[in-house]
Nanobody, 115 residues
Framework: QVQFVESGGGLAQPGGSLRLSCKASGEIFRINIMGWYRQAPGKQGELVATIDTDGDIKYGESVKGRFTISRVDAQNMVFLEMNSLKPEDTAIYYC?????????WGQGTQVTVSS
């Protein structure tokens, strides 16, 4: 079982920035994919970004060019730098760790973009 500690969510103005952090602990296989998904009220969950232990990165179309994902393997941490935020980025952001077909999820952190 993996435990997650997510932080960095909050309120930002349109055009502003936030940085999310997620630390995973517990039984973690060294080869894995970490990342972020989000879910806005009344909408389906969507991929934000993932990064694997080889450094391969995937971004959701709606965040490309604005968000940057990174990780520190020694600390089992993943980060999401979010710039040029838009009101449509408002959602609960969930940290995830995937090993093979098994995905585990954090509790989520709220991001609200509003003036």
């Amino acid at each position: 079982q993996v435990q997650f500690v997510e932080s960095g969510g909050g309120l930002a103005q349109p055009g502003g920035s936030l940085r999310l952090s997620c630390k995973a602990s517990g039984e973690i296989f060294r080869i894995n994919i970490m990342g972020w998904y989000r879910q806005a009220p009344g909408k389906q969950g969507e991929l934000v970004a993932t990064i694997d232990t080889d450094g391969d990165i995937k971004y959701g179309e709606s965040v490309k060019g604005r968000f940057t994902i990174s990780r520190v393997d020694a600390q089992n941490m993943v980060f999401l730098e979010m710039n040029s935020l838009k009101p449509e980025d408002t959602a609960i952001y969930y940290c995830t760790l995937k090993v093979g077909a098994n995905s585990q999820w954090g509790q989520g952190t709220q991001v609200t973009v509003s003036s």
